[in-house]
């Protein structure tokens, strides 16, 4: 099966690679999410981009944080604009996808604005004093 996507590759990701528009590291970064999400769930990644109603829900129960699920929605959407938008189906998955976009940007400025810690942030705090005695019960050298 992998040897069959190789030979046709998907064009939505032969699009990003080739967007003169994006930066190599944009690029690099949005297959890697494309192709993780595609073998996840066993489909091109064209099929996914047109299935909003079913995919955003996994993106959600998969990545709780609302950045992380924002960045994914991003990524489709740089997949869906590879895509020629001559059918009603596509602009309607489109349309769809990019009011999930703007739900979750709406989500996210919340917390940066209030300056409080993410969840993820919260379990990995340290206090700096406990910082200080593991330092100072460590050998020299």
């Known amino acids: 099966m992998r040897r069959a996507a190789a030979a046709h590759p998907d064009k939505a990701l032969q699009g990003i690679l080739q967007d003169p528009a994006l930066s190599n ?3 690099h970064t949005y297959a890697q999410r494309l192709m993780a999400m595609s073998a996840k769930l066993r489909q091109p990644i064209s099929e996914l ?3 909003p109603m079913t995919i955003l829900p996994w993106i959600k129960k998969q990545y709780p944080e609302v950045a992380t699920q924002k960045n994914i929605v991003t990524t489709v959407l740089a997949a869906l604009r590879q895509m020629p938008a001559t ?3 596509h602009r309607q998955a489109l349309a769809t996808w ?3 976009s703007k739900e979750l940007e709406a989500q996210q400025p919340a917390r940066p604005k ?3 810690p993410s969840a993820r942030q919260q379990r990995g705090y340290v206090d700096f004093r406990e910082v200080i005695k593991v330092r ?3 050998a020299k050298g």
């Open 25 to 27: 590291g944009s690029k």
């Open 49 to 51: 981009a047109m299935q």
């Open 87 to 89: 059918k009603p189906q």
């Open 98 to 100: 990019l009011r999930a």
């Open 114 to 116: 209030a300056n409080e």
């Open 136 to 138: 100072t019960s460590l």
